[in-house]
Nanobody, 125 residues
Framework: QVQLVESGGGLVQPGGSLRLSCAAS????????MAWFRQAPGKEREFVAA?????????SYADSVKGRFTISRDNGKNTVYLQMDSLKPEDAAVYYC?????????????????WGQGTQVTVSS
């Protein structure tokens, strides 16, 4: 069955970095657009970044993380990554990996077929 397993979350000081990983199984990873969403306490889940599967691997980022976060994928390892630099307290949230059976990026939750369980990111001094 489709499975997405996130890892790499933790506690980091403001200005620090973390790299999240999402290991995928149960589907043809190289044919899926992958994304990261996040949800802070009391807030709705929001789009963070996405990367397509096709040639060129188009990427897209939320304005709030542009220039600080980088999404990438390794189709040989069935894994998508989120490198997060210059972290701010407002980046603290549970980060979710999501998969979409399409070559196009969607910014909406309903556009994704599968979700991981999430990994907690805490940004605090």
């Amino acid at each position: 069955q489709v499975q997405l397993v996130e890892s790499g979350g933790g506690l980091v000081q403001p200005g620090g970095s973390l790299r999240l990983s999402c290991a995928a199984s149960g589907f043809t990873f190289s044919r899926y657009t992958m994304a990261w969403f996040r949800q802070a306490p009391g807030k709705e889940r929001e789009f963070v970044a996405a990367i397509t599967w096709n040639v060129g691997s188009e990427t897209s980022y939320a304005d709030s993380v542009k220039g600080r976060f980088t999404i990438s994928r390794d189709n040989g390892k069935n894994t998508v990554y989120l490198q997060m630099d210059s972290l701010k307290p407002e980046d603290a949230a549970v980060y979710y990996c999501a998969a979409r059976n399409s070559g196009w990026i969607s910014f909406a939750l309903r556009g994704y077929n599968a979700w991981g369980q999430g990994t907690q990111v805490t940004v605090s001094s």
